[in-house]
């Protein structure tokens, strides 16, 4: 079974890529969560220690492919620009959704 929705050999090398991020991104935030969850369940501090160090690669990797979508596909980059660091919010306020309208 193929990972693509449309037939692979309509799609560009490009578009190719972009798919081969985006999946890549969501295996390294699966990751992530895997070992964040066997990090606050274990008990033995050697082990914790081994997975908190693994999780964190896995969120270098993460960032690393967002960066990369960030360079190649112009819409990232807009939206990482104005929905990150945003100086107006507060560390303990709530996120906040705001959709913007598209049309």
Do not use: G
């Amino acid at each position: 079974m193929s990972d693509y929705h449309e037939p692979v050999e309509e799609l560009s090398p490009q578009a190719r890529d972009f798919s081969r991020a985006l999946k890549s991104l969501k295996e390294e935030v699966e990751a992530v969560d895997w070992y964040h969850q066997r990090v606050v369940t274990t008990k033995n501090q050697d082990l914790k220690e081994i997975l908190e160090h693994n999780r964190d690669e896995e969120i270098e990797h993460a960032c690393k492919t967002i960066e990369w979508l960030r360079k190649n596909m112009p819409v990232w980059d807009q939206e990482l620009r104005e929905q990150l660091f945003k100086e107006d919010e507060k560390d303990d306020d709530p996120p906040s959704l705001r959709i913007r309208n598209t049309k």
